[in-house]
T-cell receptor
Framework: GAVVSQHPSWVICKSGTSVKIECRSL??????MFWYRQFPKQSLMLMAT?????????EQGVEKDKFLINHASLTLSTLTVTSAHPEDSSFYIC????????????FGPGTRLTVT | EDKVVQSPLSLVVHEGDTVTLNCSYE??????LLWYKQEKKAPTFLFML????IEKKSGRLSSILDKKELFSILNITATQTGDSAVYLC????????????FGDGTTLTVKP
């Protein structure tokens, strides 16, 4: 159990367009989901914490109007990169924690975003 | 500012060697420390540590936490090429959301 999926796994878009990335917990309920960004050969940088039914909490330096997060249900959170620019190109990974309160996070396979 | 520091940043060993990876932390509100292994894509969970001095073991991997000195180590014995990966240490903060702060990772390469 504890599978997290992300869709799409890879997306190319043009500058100025918006891209939506979905994160789903397939076999458990996740009150909290986390969105990370990872640059090549670097660690995971937390962007925001997404709580079901409430507004996301963004980390310092992350523009909430640019990276829109919606956590509409206990199994789905979405990240929308609005008006994408080439510098937004990165690997975006989501993770989810079980509602039972374990600190272990289950990671999705990631989404590679390339903005041309 | 919460900080998690891993060392070494990279390590190259030969099959059969034993390696020790280090993770030190300075955080305001510690709850737990987790180790993950990241190969090509998403990290996979290895261990969660909450108490000092209690070793967690899984096969050739083991880990222990020292909450007084604020560090943890991950040991891998009899390394295999399949152990080649980035090993990430994350500290979970004692907040409602259980936010994690990750270290930069240790890239382990095991040569045949």
């Amino acid at each position: 159990g504890a599978v997290v999926s992300q869709h799409p796994s890879w997306v190319i878009c043009k500058s100025g367009t918006s891209v939506k990335i979905e994160c789903r917990s397939l076999d458990f309920q996740a009150t909290t989901m986390f969105w990370y960004r990872q640059f090549p050969k670097q660690s995971l940088m937390l962007m925001a914490t997404s709580n079901e039914g409430s507004k996301a909490t963004y980390e310092q330096g992350v523009e909430k109007d640019k990276f829109l997060i919606n956590h509409a249900s206990l199994t789905l959170s979405t990240l929308t990169v609005t008006s994408a620019h080439p510098e937004d190109s990165s690997f975006y990974i989501c993770s989810a924690s079980r509602t039972s309160g374990s600190d272990e996070q289950y990671f999705g396979p990631g989404t590679r975003l390339t903005v041309t | 500012e919460d900080k998690v520091v891993q060392s070494p940043l990279s390590l190259v060993v030969h099959e059969g060697d034993t390696v020790t990876l280090n993770c030190s932390y300075e955080v305001t509100n510690f709850r737990s420390l987790l180790w993950y292994k990241q190969e090509k894509k998403a990290p996979t969970f290895l261990f969660m540590l909450t108490s000092s001095g209690i070793e967690k073991k899984s096969g050739r991997l083991s880990s222990i936490l020292d909450k007084k000195e604020l560090f943890s180590i991950l040991n891998i014995t009899a390394t295999q090429t399949g152990d080649s990966a980035v090993y990430l240490c994350a500290v979970v903060l004692n907040t409602n959301a259980g936010k994690s702060t990750f270290g930069d990772g240790t890239t382990l390469t095991v040569k045949p």
